[in-house]
Every structure is written in structure tokens, then in C-alpha cells.
């Protein structure tokens, strides 16, 4: 698992292919990449945002904590690069049907509310995020409201 990680990483610069099938793992990854991602928007990868992290990696996608760490080391590492967004969602678009892909907003919204607060970057990573999922704004802002009762935020 820890080397389909850091193919999938490693993958994706310029001129190379992505690979044709699309694994479970491969996808859970991705998913992953961006709950990584949308808990860095705020410039801040805090303690409640990586306790989520963790808790929705175990819990969903049945990862251990090696490759939880592995996978979170990696997608810090890999957060500058401007392709990876459209990278991941593209994988998750593929890999996940529609009702999936809202659950997997609704992860994104619970990790950018893990502090507590929305920032600017955080609601915009998750406007592009949903459109990129074909995720609509309705369902979007429904999945939102479910994360705050969840969370009991106001």
C-alpha cells in the first residue's frame, strides 16, 4: 500500500500517464490527498484538523496508522503543486459514484470545521473542489449544514 502511495504522488508530472484502472486504494488515496489539502488551505495544518484526518482515514477508507502517517507526510509534501487538485478530484470523479462523492465532501467540510472555523481558502478549495466532483451548489450547501449540526456549529 505504502508504494501505491508514493506512486501515485510521484506520478502525475508533465508528459507522464495516469494510470488506467482505478484501484480502491488509489482512489481512497486521492480522497485523502485532499482532506490533506483542505486542512492546510488556512495555512494552518492544526492538531483538531490532523485528529480528523486520521479519524476519517481509519474509519472510511480501513488504512493503519503507518500508512495514514505515510500518506499525510507525502500530501504535505505534494501541496504545492497547482495540477494535484484537479489530479485527485479527477481519481475520485472516477472512482466514486455520485452518492460517494458528496460523503466525500461532506469529509472536506468536517476537516475545514475541525478548528472550528471557515476561512476564505477553505470555502473557496471546497467551491472549486465540489464543481470539479460535479457535486451541485445545493447539494454542497446541504452537506455543509449537515457537518455543522454534526459538529454543533452555528
Not at 79 to 107: C, V, W, Y
Amino acid at each position: 500500500m505504502i508504494n501505491r502511495i508514493k506512486a501515485l504522488f510521484g506520478a502525475g508530472a508533465p508528459g507522464t500517464a495516469a494510470p488506467a484502472a482505478h484501484s480502491i486504494e488509489e482512489k481512497h488515496i486521492a480522497a485523502m490527498a485532499l482532506l490533506v489539502e483542505a486542512a492546510c488551505m488556512d495555512g494552518d495544518f492544526g492538531a483538531a484538523e490532523q485528529a480528523s484526518i486520521r479519524d476519517i482515514a481509519s474509519r472510511r477508507f480501513e488504512l493503519n496508522q503507518d500508512e495514514i502517517e505515510t500518506l499525510i507526510g507525502l500530501a504535505k509534501a505534494q501541496q504545492d503543486h497547482s495540477n494535484q487538485l484537479f489530479r485527485f478530484t479527477h481519481e475520485i470523479k472516477q472512482g466514486f459514484g455520485p452518492a460517494e462523492r458528496l460523503q466525500i465532501l461532506e469529509m472536506l467540510w468536517e476537516i475545514v470545521y475541525a478548528d472550528g472555523v471557515l476561512h476564505d481558502f477553505e470555502a473557496n478549495l471546497l467551491r472549486r473542489v465540489s464543481g470539479l466532483l460535479y457535486v451541485s451548489e445545493r447539494d454542497r450547501g446541504n452537506a455543509r449544514k449537515r457537518v455543522m449540526a454534526r459538529l454543533g456549529i452555528e
